[in-house]
């Protein structure tokens, strides 16, 4: 049986390092999942980049950075090009950065799910698209 391959919407990780309850309970299982090779997981260069960005407030640098540095060993990161912000600038999907997320996910070859709390912007994704708990009972 092959890997399921998944593209991790930002709040995903936002929820793993912020450990923001109950949220954060599923993005764990996601993880160690990964860490187990039950799973490929993926996201964007942006997603990444956000995370730091919005977490800095609430963790130090250092730890921040060294927790960053630590997914690195469970999740692929997918760059944010020039046609993946074309196509994006250029969809009918209305947020700009939901656009990039569904481009960025849709790069990768042989993608099974996007998983991310925030279904409704995802809608058109032209792949199924879940919810962490969902997600989980599909692993």
Do not use: C
């Amino acid at each position: 049986m092959r890997i399921k391959q998944v593209f991790v919407d930002t709040n995903i990780l936002i929820d793993l390092l912020a450990n923001r309850p109950p949220f954060s309970k599923f993005a764990i299982a996601l993880f160690d999942l990964a860490e187990r090779n039950k799973v490929n997981l993926f996201t964007s260069s942006h997603s990444f980049a956000t995370s730091h960005y919005l977490l800095k407030k609430y963790i130090g640098e250092k730890e921040l950075r060294a927790l960053l540095h630590s997914l690195l060993d469970y999740i692929d990161l997918v760059p944010i090009d020039l046609p993946i912000i074309k196509k994006s600038l250029l969809s009918n999907h209305k947020d700009f950065e939901d656009a990039i997320q569904i481009f960025a996910a849709d790069s990768i070859e042989n993608l099974d799910f996007i998983v991310t709390r925030n279904l409704k912007d995802f809608k058109d994704a032209g792949v199924n698209v879940l919810p962490p708990d969902e997600l989980l009972l599909h692993l």
